[in-house]
Nanobody, 125 residues
Framework: QVRLEESGGGSVRTGASLSLSCAASGRMFVTNAMGWFRQAPGKERQFVAAISWNGGSTDYANSVKGRFTIDRDNAKSALYLQMNSLNSEDTAVYYC??????????????????WGQGTPVTVSP
């Protein structure tokens, strides 16, 4: 079993940067793909970024491509999301997620078995 805990969310101004972290506990973390999703108020959860088990393959939503960077440190059982040039449309609760039994990143939330509780990000003018 994998347990996930996000941190690093907060309130920032448009154009600012934030770095999210996700601490994973439990075995098999290093062999599974991971991802970040977000859910804005009144909207469905949406894909943000995903990374393969070794970091060799990444995928991003078009809305964050070029601004966000996903990374992982398997030695620390940690997942990261560096967010730059934030705007109001990035306001959401951000969730860390882990696949089980697959090293390949996916954009589909249904492919992820484990989820954190989320960390809120608010971007204001």
């Amino acid at each position: 079993q994998v347990r996930l805990e996000e941190s690093g969310g907060g309130s920032v101004r448009t154009g600012a940067s934030l770095s999210l972290s996700c601490a994973a506990s439990g075995r098999m973390f290093v062999t599974n793909a991971m991802g970040w999703f977000r859910q804005a108020p009144g909207k469905e959860r949406q894909f943000v970024a995903a990374i393969s088990w070794n970091g060799g393959s990444t995928d991003y939503a078009n809305s964050v491509k070029g601004r966000f960077t996903i990374d992982r440190d398997n030695a620390k059982s940690a997942l990261y999301l560096q967010m730059n040039s934030l705007n109001s449309e990035d306001t959401a609760v951000y969730y860390c997620a882990a696949r089980w039994g697959s090293a390949v990143p996916s954009t589909r939330s249904e492919d992820y078995m484990y989820w954190g509780q989320g960390t809120p990000v608010t971007v204001s003018p």
